[in-house]
């Protein structure tokens, strides 16, 4: 899901906000962080810096349990306070909020359908939260490289370039995939 020559194309160009967005949402899509990881090690290779000072601010820690809320608030946060404190703090949140709903559908007995249909729904409702996030990317930064006022009326004056326009049609599909995988209204998303 990571897409490298996107991420590489914000390194050469140090977008910054794009890096710590792309680095976020990846910790909803890949809750093994390996994605993350692997986008830090880019990163350190392109010299770029992505941390923020963590002396500049007090990290609040709520304590268990934790609940989704949390999560958003936090995945909220992070793009402005980008430490590696609050990468960990982050990471242990979505291992608990996330996977301990996995964990505790393994000792129901009926575990391959109730386990297959909640790893779904939570898989279909990040790679939804990554896809939107990932398109609203492509159309801010097509905004912010052109100046192009996207006011009601305005829409009509975007000139997109080929890739970003299949992009966000790749991305448009694959939430309308993901919306009908939740509702259940595709023959193999009885969820």
Not at 10 to 27: C, G
Not at 37 to 55: C, G, H, R, T
Not at 90 to 116: F, G, H, Q
């Amino acid at each position: 899901m990571l897409d490298i020559e996107l991420f590489e194309e914000a390194l050469r160009k140090n977008n910054i906000i794009r890096i710590r967005l792309m680095m976020k949402n990846s910790l909803l899509y890949d809750p093994s962080f390996k994605s993350f990881d692997e986008m830090e090690k880019l990163a350190e290779e392109y010299k770029v810096n992505i941390w923020q000072d963590s002396a500049a601010e007090v990290l609040i820690k709520r304590d268990k349990p934790w609940t989704i809320d949390d999560v958003n608030y936090e995945l909220t946060a992070i793009v402005s306070h980008f430490t590696k404190e609050r990468i960990v703090y982050l990471k242990d949140l979505i291992t608990d909020v996330y996977c301990s709903d996995i964990n505790m559908n393994r000792n129901i007995s009926n575990y391959n359908k109730k386990y297959k249909n909640n790893r779904n729904k939570v898989n279909y409702e990040s790679k939804l939260i990554s896809n939107f996030l990932n398109m609203q990317i492509l159309i801010n930064d097509a905004r912010r490289d052109k100046s192009i006022n996207l006011s009601a009326d305005a829409w009509q004056n975007i000139i997109l370039s080929k890739r970003v326009i299949n992009n966000v049609k790749k991305y448009a599909c694959e939430i309308i995939h993901y919306c009908d995988q939740l509702s259940g209204s595709e023959e193999d998303g009885n969820i």
